[in-house]
Every structure is written in C-alpha cells, then in structure tokens.
C-alpha cells in the first residue's frame, strides 16, 4: 500500500481538465490521507463538475495500479486568483484568440539580403501605424539586433521574456542568449527547443504582425517554423543572380507544401545607381520575376543597392530613414501588406 508521499507524486502528473496542466502546476493537491486500506483525496479544480467522472477514473486507474483499491474523492474550487495565474499564463502569441498575423521573411540562400529586409519591413510596417514583433530565428547566423541599432537585452517578469523595443518594433534574438562571439553549436532538436520558447513563452504585446526573419534554406528551422505555426504568409527574397532565384524558389515551394500562403516575391540588391543616374546591375537581371513566375504569385518590390546612414553609435544602421529613397520603397511595400492583410 502507498503512503501519502508516494500518491501525492503519483498525483502530481494528473491533469486539471479545464486548466490542461497538471496539479503540480495548479497547486490542486490539498490533502491526501491514507487510513488502513482506504485512501481519501481533497483536490481543487478549476471547475470540479467539468468532466469530473473522466478525472476521477482516471486517478482511480492509475492508484489501482499501485494496489489502492478505497479510494474517496473531495473536490472543491481552485481560488480564482489562481485559475486567472493559469490561464494568462498559457496565453500566448500561438493561442487561439490570438489576433497576430505571421510574415515569415524566407530566402533560398545566405547573403542575399533577407535580414535586412526583415528589419526595414518591421520598421516600415511601424510607420504605417501597426504593432509589430520581430523575431530573429535566424539561430545560427543572427544579426537583427546589430541591423536595429540595440545592445539592449530582454527582461524577465513572471517567468516570461519582455522583448527589447527599438524603432517602436518588440525584438527577439538569439544573440541576446549567447555569450558575445560565441557560435550556436546546436542539433535540430534543441533549435526547435528554442523556437518553441521564442513563440510560447515570449510576453509578445499583442503585435498585429510578427515578422519572423528565417534561417536561409529548408533545413529544421524552418521546418520547426511551418510545424508550429497554424497559418503564415511568407515573403521569399533573392537577388537578380539565377542561382539565387533557383535556390529561392525551393524556399517558397516548401512554404507552399506546408499550406502557407506566399505574399510575394522581393528581389534585393538589384542594381547600383551611379551619380550620373546609370543602373548597373552588378548581380545581373531577372532573378526576381524567374521566382515569382515559378511560385505564380508578384514581385512585389524591387530594392537597389544603397547605403544607410550612420547611426548614434558610429556604425552603419541597417535601417533607411523614413525619408530616404529607399525607406520610401519599403513603406510602400508596407503599404501593399496591410493591402493583402
């Protein structure tokens, strides 16, 4: 026969019905007595009528498999202050009255420009008056906090991670969880591990688009990315070079078998104006319109080469003021997602 220890651990792992998490995590388990042969427990729920006879039979399953045949049941009301702890905490970005719209921003290969891209349509989004995240998972090449011109780092309150703000844009990156300069040497099952926390455990202020800046390829990041996420539009970026557009457009076909909707196409990096006003197309030409062809949806913006401005900290920004030729090219696409959203 089991004492009071040994039931009160086996008890630990049942799970509230309403809650869905388990009476450790409720703190549910008020009081277990064991008398001679019979065996009464006192547990709180968040609602002791909701499925009570599954719940029970379910405890009386698993007591009988240790030799508890006597079992009585007390079940009386979590406090509500710790039914409200519960449910805000399993509130997240992911949850189902969650009104965020997901862009992942997705290239075939390194170099072509995707962060920066990311970082601009976050900031030019933010000036088109929406709420925006931005997520850089991006696990082994991560640069967004670099392009957003912050050291800062996140925050813990409540067991939950406050993102950093710049450019009015919540920023999460996995540079703020490393050593400086030290690489990421993880296998795919931790990188989903930290994705996971990114999406779940992330306080995330209601942003109404969280742009996720993705790893180049199809590798498990990605994956782990499709697999999580119920619904997300993606913006495939290439350079005008035909290996690029190759390798590109693997990136949107994979999207497209995992039931994402692909919003566009940005060719980047598509040519450098001289003084003079002469395009020259130092990567060639076309590498976009190849991959909004083969993924039949629009190129929707084309960017040039140019350079930003210096920022407070002496280094160049990744980020075009609002003014500049190009941060008008990305309010403008901006424009065209709260078209399509």
Request: charged share 20%; net charge negative; glycine share 8%.
């Amino acid at each position: 026969m089991l004492n009071e220890q040994q039931i009160t651990k086996l008890l630990q792992r049942v799970v509230d019905p309403v809650l869905e998490s388990t009476l450790q995590e409720t703190e549910g388990i008020m009081e277990v007595s064991v008398i001679n042969t019979s065996v009464t427990l006192q547990i709180a729920l968040a609602d002791p009528e909701h499925n009570t006879e599954k719940f029970t039979t379910n405890i009386t399953e698993l007591l009988g498999e240790f030799g508890c045949e006597d079992i009585h049941f007390e079940l009386g009301y979590l406090p509500v202050s710790k039914i409200e702890q519960m449910l805000a905490a399993k509130k997240n970005i992911l949850s189902p009255e969650s009104k965020t719209q997901f862009i992942a921003i997705a290239s075939g290969k390194g170099g072509v420009g995707k962060s920066t891209v990311a970082a601009n349509l976050a900031v030019a989004l933010k000036r088109t008056g929406k709420k925006i995240g931005l997520l850089d998972a991006d696990i082994y090449g991560f640069s967004l906090p670099i392009l957003m011109g912050t050291k800062d780092t996140p925050k813990t309150v409540n067991e939950k991670i406050v993102p950093v703000t710049t450019y009015g844009v919540q920023l999460i990156s996995m540079d703020s969880f490393v050593e400086d300069g030290e690489p990421v040497i993880w296998r795919g099952p931790m990188l989903g591990k930290m994705i996971k926390m990114f999406l779940e455990d992330v306080n995330w202020d209601a942003p109404d688009y969280l742009i996720i800046d993705l790893p180049p390829g199809t590798g498990d990041i990605a994956l782990d990315i499709h697999t999580l996420l119920p619904t997300c539009n993606e913006l495939i970026v290439t350079t005008p070079h035909q290996a690029a557009a190759t390798v590109a457009a693997r990136a949107g076909i994979m999207a497209m078998k995992n039931e994402h909707h692909i919003l566009g196409v940005i060719e980047n990096l598509s040519y450098y104006q001289t003084e003079s006003g002469e395009k020259a197309h130092l990567f060639g030409e076309g590498g976009g319109e190849k991959v909004a062809t083969e993924l039949e949806t629009e190129l929707l913006g084309v960017f040039p080469i140019e350079q930003p401005e210096h920022n407070r900290n002496g280094y160049l920004s990744g980020v075009y003021e609002a003014e500049s030729a190009q941060g008008e090219r990305f309010l403008e696409l901006a424009k065209k997602i709260n078209d399509y959203l």
